[in-house]
């Protein structure tokens, strides 16, 4: 039995309410089927695409939520908000259409995109600080001088509450479900889905993964509350969030049956997966509950619905993000070869190395090292392969060729 004073106040009520609310405002947006997943999790696997809900990601549902119950006096002080992005776009979107001034603070490093979208979604943005916490802090300050309400990201009932009508619909669309995947930043979907999911269906598994290296909820759920991270470092913006919000984390505590986390490799290789398998354009941070699946597929008992909560991502960070899952994969080889530096030597080793059916993609010459001989050159060949085995094949046959490998990487 869920007792409702442990919810921060927030009850599956509130979720029906809110959903009601978003009636016309959220996207019907229909599962998809993968069975490139389907084949690795052997069992049914449903993708929640919030990645193609408004703005991007599944933040206009708390943000309209939330701003639609203000007061009149309230909407008439304005709206202020701290994000990385997505949650910001949500709050711009929501106030836009509520008709109500919205001020968003956001890292000096946010996505270029990001901010573009939320100004032409009509928000004034304010770049400060190097994280979201940092912003967040800022946030609050221009709240307590000009009366602004805050629109926390994930620290709020209305907010928790609005996330919470994805899993609603997750029943709806998938009633045999047996687990929910979340990616899970402050832990404000996490707790959403989990309230809405498990107040009727306790017997389905509801799982939140986090980036490794942001990943506050185990260190929290361990010491029994919030608990701040002393520093974080991962790809995925949108959920590195340092210390859970009190209203999530009760849900979280209560009703989540599992933290997972994954590491950056992780969450790019799950950023390429779906790009290639089901054409789909994720953000590091909308991935993480695929990495999650990717990481361990016989830890999920299907059916799964695996939540890919957000698409808004830089076109340049999605080049750097590509290019490190296809190192993952080991679909990307650097080799250091030393040789003889006379005419043809070269070519010949371009040649040895197309005949393997791998594509040079970059060439470095190196004459000045000190440990080379005067007739020496080193050359870095960054090569595309098919995979691990044809990386060690290519090696192996250019050994055998009498190349001198000094150094093998897997790729910048």
């Not at 509130?14 to 069975?35: C, F, K, T």
């Not at 002080?77 to 109500?100: E, F, I, M, P, Y």
């Given at each position: ?121 009509g928000a004034e943005v304010v770049l400060t600080g190097a994280t979201l916490d940092e912003a967040l802090v800022t946030a609050l300050e221009y709240a307590e001088e000009t009366g602004a309400v805050i629109i926390h990201p994930f620290d709020n009932a209305d907010i928790v509450a609005g996330q919470g009508t994805l899993g609603l619909e997750i029943l709806a669309k998938m009633p045999e ?236």
């Amino acid at each position: 039995m869920i007792h409702e004073r442990e919810r921060h106040a927030v009850t599956t009520a509130d979720i029906e309410a809110a959903a009601q609310r978003l009636s016309g405002i959220v996207r019907d947006l229909p599962l998809v089927e993968p069975r490139w997943l389907e084949e690795i999790v052997g069992g049914e696997v449903r993708l929640v695409t919030e990645n193609l809900q408004r703005a991007g990601s599944f933040k206009i549902r708390g943000a309209y939520n939330r701003i639609a119950q203000l007061t009149d006096e309230e909407k008439a002080r304005g709206v202020v908000a701290a994000s990385a992005g997505n949650h910001a776009q949500g709050v711009a979107l929501a106030a836009q259409r509520l008709g109500v001034r919205a001020t968003v603070f956001m890292p000096e490093a946010a996505s270029i995109p990001k901010v573009a979208a939320t100004r032409g979604y009509g928000a004034e943005v304010v770049l400060t600080g190097a994280t979201l916490d940092e912003a967040l802090v800022t946030a609050l300050e221009y709240a307590e001088e000009t009366g602004a309400v805050i629109i926390h990201p994930f620290d709020n009932a209305d907010i928790v509450a609005g996330q919470g009508t994805l899993g609603l619909e997750i029943l709806a669309k998938m009633p045999e479900v047996r687990t929910v995947v979340v990616c899970t930043g402050g832990g404000g979907l996490l707790a959403g889905v989990a309230l809405a999911i498990k107040s009727t269906r306790p017997d389905v598994k509801v799982v939140g993964v986090q980036a490794q290296e942001a990943a506050a909820y185990p260190p929290s759920l361990a010491a029994g509350h919030p608990v701040r991270l002393p520093h974080m470092a991962t790809m995925a913006d949108g959920i590195a969030v340092g210390l859970p919000g009190d209203v999530p984390f009760a849900v979280v505590e209560e009703l989540v049956d599992e933290i997972r986390t994954v590491t950056e490799d992780e969450l790019a290789t799950a950023v390429v997966r779906l790009l290639e398998r089901s054409k789909l354009v994720i953000e590091p941070a909308g991935a993480a509950a695929l990495a999650g699946v990717l990481a361990d597929p016989s830890a999920f008992e299907p059916p799964v619905a695996v939540v890919l909560s957000g698409g808004n991502v830089d076109p340049l960070v999605l080049l750097r993000i590509i290019r490190r899952g296809l190192v993952s994969a080991g679909r990307y080889l650097a080799m250091s070869i030393r040789m003889k530096d006379t005419p043809g030597s070269l070519a010949r080793l371009l040649n040895d190395i197309g005949s393997r059916q791998a594509n040079v993609v970059d060439i470095e010459h190196h004459r000045d090292d000190a440990g080379l001989g005067f007739d020496e050159v080193e050359i870095v060949v960054h090569v595309e392969t098919r995979g691990p085995e044809h990386c060690d094949a290519l090696v192996e046959y250019l050994r055998n060729s009498g190349y001198a490998i000094a150094a093998r990487g897997s790729g910048p």
